[in-house]
């Protein structure tokens, strides 16, 4: 991906550089702020990304000054462009949205960075976004294009009626989703996610992304969802919908998947309800078969936290290249070693590099901030080369920690 912009454009892109490392947060927070004043592109994001402690905002400045710094050389951005043309696609982002962001993001230069925000500074700003945008609305057609024209694919929302609910553990509830149409669905990639459009009560029209924790088929889709304490929308999930709801859902995005071709060991590693992505694996390779060894390791708190333990030792059992391991952190009187759980404490590099093929096998991570942070750092600092380690956000990408420690609480 050569950049065609004028010398003077990247070198006027690249000189504001070090205004973006000073104010790049105060000048996104005031971009969506200016585009959130429009109630149909506020519709487009989900709210709980954004704020003071909302990730989203975050993630878009580094995406911002990742983009300055390399506008001579943007093929090194490549993964993340390929990333937001995902996510973008879930949330249903079209071209008319555009301009919207660009007005939004000049307007906010302009009012963060005062006079230093020349006629030139944002003309060169207005190209790079452009460019920029003509590149995710081409790899964006591409993908809206294979979705709808794919074996049970469509484009836009489709309705699904919960055809089941079932609770998993204390605080994770399954959701079985079969489209009203009766029509075949697409057959997602095990550790892609679908978006929903949820009208909640009171009329409020929200987005949000959950991964698929079933096996690729051509009739349902399976979420499993943690109630989170101030979750305005888990806790609707969880208390409000019913076998029978009705649920509008988009096709299947994301660019962390399984593939189909396995070649080295694998190894899934997840903490929390990042089990969900993992467990579509899981499901995926006990149907299909594969010839390698599969190795799934798991923490949580404890047994009442652990979802979908059975289900995951039912698919490991009774076949030999398949294996389960789970750590409670702090086990109940009522958990039993060997029985609930294989393990006590966290999980940890040093175990990683006993117990997993850390030679050459590929790592796929799912759960907190923090418990990716120590386990892609630790597996890099073992020796585990980048294309062998493989992982997903609960949320938007943002940066893992510079500096993690090895011992983290799943």
């Known amino acids: 991906m050569t950049s065609p912009l004028s010398e003077r454009t990247t070198a006027i892109v690249k000189a504001t550089v070090p205004a973006l490392e000073a104010h790049g947060l105060e000048i996104v927070r005031t971009m969506y702020a200016h585009m959130f004043e429009d109630p149909a592109i506020r519709a487009l994001f989900n709210p709980s990304h954004h704020g003071e402690t909302g990730s989203q905002p975050k993630a878009l400045t580094g995406a911002i000054l990742a983009y300055a710094k390399n506008i001579d050389n943007l093929g090194v951005l490549g993964p993340a462009v390929e990333r937001i043309a995902q996510k973008h696609v879930g949330l249903q982002i079209l071209p008319e949205h555009y301009p919207a962001v660009a007005n939004a993001l000049l307007a906010a230069i302009k009012d963060v960075l005062g006079d230093a925000a020349t006629e030139e500074v944002l003309a060169a700003w207005g190209e790079a976004y452009w460019f920029l945008a003509n590149i995710?609305?081409?790899?964006?057609?591409?993908?809206?294009?294979?979705?709808?024209?794919?074996?049970?694919?469509?484009?836009?929302?489709?309705?699904?009626?919960?055809?089941q609910k079932r609770r998993e553990s204390d605080i994770v509830t399954s959701f079985v989703l079969r489209p009203v149409d009766g029509s075949p669905i697409l057959r997602h990639r095990p550790g892609q996610y679908l978006t929903f459009q949820l009208e909640l009560q009171g009329g409020e029209t929200v987005k949000r992304n959950y991964s698929v924790s079933s096996a690729p088929n051509d009739e349902t889709y399976r979420i499993s969802v943690k109630r989170e304490l101030l979750g305005q929308v888990s806790n609707w999930l969880h208390d409000q919908v019913e076998v029978g709801s009705i649920l509008k859902v988009a096709p299947p995005s994301g660019e962390f998947f399984l593939?189909?071709?396995?070649?080295?060991p694998v190894v899934l590693l997840s903490g929390g309800v990042g089990l969900t992505p993992m467990v579509s694996m899981l499901e995926a390779v006990a149907t299909r078969g594969a010839g390698v060894h599969i190795h799934y390791i798991h923490g949580t708190q404890d047994g009442s936290t652990h979802a979908m333990g059975d289900h995951v030792r039912g698919l490991v059992d009774g076949r030999p290249n398949m294996k389960a391991t789970t750590f409670y952190l702090s086990p109940r009187d009522g958990d039993v070693l060997g029985q609930t759980h294989d393990a006590e404490g966290v999980i940890t590099i040093d175990w990683l590099r006993q117990n997993t093929a850390v030679e050459n096998a590929d790592y796929y991570l799912c759960g907190p901030k923090p418990f990716l942070a120590a386990l892609v750092h630790?597996?890099?600092?073992?020796?585990?080369?980048?294309?062998?380690?493989?992982?997903?956000?609960?949320?938007?990408?943002?940066?893992?920690?510079d500096d993690p420690a090895d011992r983290l609480v799943a």
């Open 259 to 264: 593939g189909d071709k396995i070649e080295r």
């Open 136 to 163: 995710l609305i081409g790899r964006e057609k591409k993908l809206y294009n294979d979705l709808a024209t794919s074996d049970g694919g469509w484009s836009g929302w489709r309705e699904f009626r919960v055809e």
């Open 378 to 401: 630790g597996l890099r600092r073992s020796g585990v080369t980048g294309d062998r380690v493989h992982y997903e956000f609960f949320g938007p990408a943002d940066e893992l920690d």
